[in-house]
């Protein structure tokens, strides 16, 4: 191995908030290197539980997520959080919020926050998400939360990666269930009505349980819903249970390999996806793209045809 | 050309709802002869205008469209409408949303809609989206009309493979400018706050302003803000203007072509993203996936070494 990823990985391996920091932002940007770092440090992870959070915007995922960061500190566990935060270069809110959220737990080493924002659709967020997780995965954290803003096929991706997903809701936005759509209640592993003070919350619970009768889970599971008040640690620790006891039934079940597998063979396919797209833009060429793009936009060119023919060139 | 393709685009082009519904499923669902049909199809495409218009749900979009698409019936404009409907099992929404929608237009076969449903995240929605608007555009439709429902990085793909982008806003949701973080925002050409006749629009006109103030457009483009009550019609008009505006700046400054050559680049990417995986599937077979996501699991192979093996095996 490369005597420099030697280092910087028994650095992190060691506790070094900035070796983590420095592996986390040459994974998250695909610096040169990267993959040998990740093949490096895979062997090192697979022991952290990862738990995916997600929810519409303003649903209380952040202070939730301190929450039960929190608890799980009393109890001496070592916390991971990726912030999947789909910000614009309007808003900023990603770095922001990281530093405000830092700072805040800034004296305990135990719990170590990452921000990441939404690149390009080309960038795969999912799949540096995942791979972000492994590099915390392998520096020794306990646990590893993921908590996605959103509800869309973006959020499902990314948290669908996690071994227990968590979905959490709100009462009084007007349509819950229409905003919680794409997808997003079939992965729910457990359920969250957070704000349960306010007005509502049964309705929400009613309306989770409406759907539930519809749905169909691969297993015999039914997610619990779990009412908290985030700001004030109502109900956290009940969450923490919830997730305790998916836990135990998955592995009861003997389902916690099967789980895994599945998860891999979706992310083997995205990493695959993005490695043979990075090996078609380098057969395509920069110039190469543009001219066949103005090409087909003044249809001299049909694209179909020629994707055939690049695709058929890659990897020969 | 194979005759039984022949045949169905003389049909589609002659205005045969059915054969432009079969070859829309074709394409769509990527059934065999899909990618010989689009082939032979392209010629015929590039004459229609492409509108997209995305915004939070409960925005109001479908009855806008609807509104739009009754104006465009006026000027005697024929209209395609493709309604991306994130729809989970849950609900159903896209099938009975579209029944319903082309039961008020059924007397009319100047407008066409089309409901399609997402898919896996593998299966390219943004992808299919743009190749059955080349479809409907193939057909003769003077104007297509793409709607999205949602906020995240699929609808931003989806739209932005339109010519025009419009991006609906509705005031009093609380958090309106948080909602429509995720790259939403700087894809706007044209932004309309529908339902304008509530309480809070002249907040939601100021954020856009604010939002805009510091935004960096790649031209000198000024998106107009247009308000709209969609359910009586009013501002529907003065929507379309502020369309024709924005058609009229692209062409005088020149940028139609570039605006294409732009969008070409990217679907020609996401194209040779598909056919690429494709063929690593076809390369990897079923039994392996599986086969190697166990071995994953189980930490006897890593990931990032075994992806690069099959990728450089892939075309060869």
Redesign the interface.
């Known amino acids: 191995m490369n005597p420099e990823i030697q280092h910087s990985i028994e650095q992190l391996r060691a506790g070094d908030p900035r070796a983590l920091a420095r592996a986390i932002s040459a994974v998250e940007n695909r610096t040169p290197g990267w ?1 040998d770092l ?2 490096a440090l ?2 090192y ?2 022991k952290a539980g990862v738990i995916g959070l997600t929810g ?3 649903a209380g995922k952040s202070t939730l997520v301190d929450q039960l960061a929190r608890h799980y500190r009393k109890h001496k566990r070592t916390v991971g959080i990726i912030a999947v935060d ?6 900023g ?1 990603a770095i922001l919020g990281d530093r405000i959220r830092m700072q805040e737990h800034f004296s305990d080493p135990g719990i170590y926050i990452r921000s990441m924002a ?1 690149r390009g ?2 960038g795969g ?2 799949q540096s998400t995942a791979d972000v997780a492994t590099v915390l995965d392998a520096s020794g954290r306990d646990l590893i939360m993921i908590e996605t ?9 990314v948290v669908r990666l996690a071994d227990i997903t968590v979905v959490i809701l709100v009462p009084g ?3 819950d ?3 919680i ?6 992965i729910a592993d457990i359920f969250v009505i957070n704000k349960s003070d306010r007005d509502g919350a049964d309705r929400v619970e009613r309306e989770i349980r409406a ?1 539930q009768s ?2 169909v889970r691969g297993d015999n599971w039914t997610p619990p819903i779990v009412k908290t008040v985030a700001t004030d640690g109502t109900g956290v620790g009940e969450l923490a249970e919830a997730i305790e006891t998916y836990e135990s039934y998955l592995k009861n079940e003997n389902l916690v ?1 099967k789980h ?6 979706d ?7 993005e ?3 990075e ?3 380098e057969q ?1 060429g920069d110039g190469n ?2 001219q ?3 090409e ?4 001299k060119r ?7 023919e ?7």
């Open positions: 993959s990740l093949k895979f062997p992870s697979g519409p915007p303003g789909p910000t614009s270069p309007y808003t809110g939404t659709s080309l967020l999912a803003v959103g509800v869309g096929q973006d959020e499902v991706d936005t007007g349509d269930v229409q905003t759509k794409a997808g997003i209640m079939e759907l519809l749905a390999l895994k597998i599945q998860n891999w063979q992310r083997l396919l995205e990493m695959l996806r490695a043979l797209l090996r078609a833009r395509l793209l543009s066949y793009a103005l087909i936009a003044e249809h049909d694209p179909y045809t020629l994707v055939e690049i695709a058929g060139k890659v990897g020969t």
